[in-house]
């Protein structure tokens, strides 16, 4: 008898289980969320070549000058203030001192917080509770109303208010360095190294930091947002960044008093705190579902 075509073997049992590979790709949100961040970073980093004018610059022919698609002119493209000075110019400065007192705030916050919890589950016992008790009292405090009584009573100096923030949030970090440095050390590679002997400083920031990093990161551009806002909502009322220097909510604090003559004073500073929390907030969503192993 003639043979019929010959058949195709019969897949194998593991290639029928496996599920095809997926490609990984990154949401057209966070892609938005990642260029305006590089997009900041990168004005932060070059403002002094970008801005156009020094930010403290005045002329008082041009006060309250609308910007360019207001009828303005080009030589001003985001307008001018009360007092004449380039909004443009003001604003880029302004975003760099926002960025850089929220990530000094943020990365202080992160180490305080990191080294307590630490602390807290290599001592365990008395060393635990006072920990955790300041945790606690940390998270029941209005942190913005402590942060107006300090500044109101020693001043408002740029390194204060940086120290001041370093304080926010850092109970968040101290509760999950806390839980998972215990988690760790009652596993098989922190004992191991413990008992060859090494000093609680090599196995905590050696071992166990590198493996729990990728926690702590996501937890850091949750609070970088809160800080950014905090930092503004304090400027806005007069206690935050004082001038000369200026910062985005220096910028929206001063331009309230203008809002129905020159709103873009109050405008484009409001837009880049906006769009900016916004942006930090999306990333670190995705990052947390990303590095969350209960999601794979």
Do not use: K
Request: charged share 10%.
């Amino acid at each position: 008898m003639p043979e019929g075509p010959m058949q195709p073997p019969p897949p194998s049992p593991a290639a029928v289980a496996r599920p095809p590979a997926r490609r990984a790709s990154l949401p057209p949100l966070v892609w938005f969320a990642c260029g305006w961040i590089g997009l900041m970073l990168t004005v932060a980093i070059l403002a002094d070549l970008l801005a156009p004018y020094t930010y403290t610059a005045m002329d008082l022919r041009n006060r309250l000058s609308p910007p360019a698609f207001m009828a303005g002119t080009w030589s001003h493209p985001l307008g001018t203030d009360e007092l004449g000075r380039d909004v443009l110019s003001r604003l880029i400065v302004s975003i760099r001192l926002s960025l850089t007192i929220a990530f000094g705030a943020t990365l202080l916050s992160a180490t305080i917080g990191t080294t307590l919890g630490f602390l807290a589950a290599h001592f365990r016992g008395w060393a635990e509770q006072i920990v955790m008790a300041l945790a606690d009292f940390q998270a029941a405090m209005p942190f913005l109303i402590l942060a107006l009584s300090v500044l109101a009573f020693f001043g408002n100096a740029l390194g204060l208010l940086v120290l001041l923030l370093g304080l926010h949030g850092w109970e968040r970090y101290a509760r999950i360095a806390r839980g998972l440095a215990i988690s760790a050390g009652s596993q098989g590679y922190a004992a191991a190294v413990r008992q060859l002997g090494a000093s609680p400083m090599r196995i905590y920031g050696r071992h166990v930091l590198p493996n729990i990093a990728s926690t702590l990161i996501v937890s850091m551009t949750l609070v970088f947002p809160e800080v950014i806002l905090l930092e503004s909502g304090l400027s806005f009322l007069g206690l935050g960044v004082q001038p000369p220097d200026t910062s985005l909510g220096n910028m929206v604090g001063y331009g309230r008093e203008y809002l129905t003559r020159a709103p873009w004073i109050l405008l484009f500073p409001a837009v880049a705190i906006s769009i900016t929390t916004f942006a930090v907030s999306a990333v670190g969503d995705w990052l947390r579902d990303r590095l969350d192993p209960t999601l794979r």
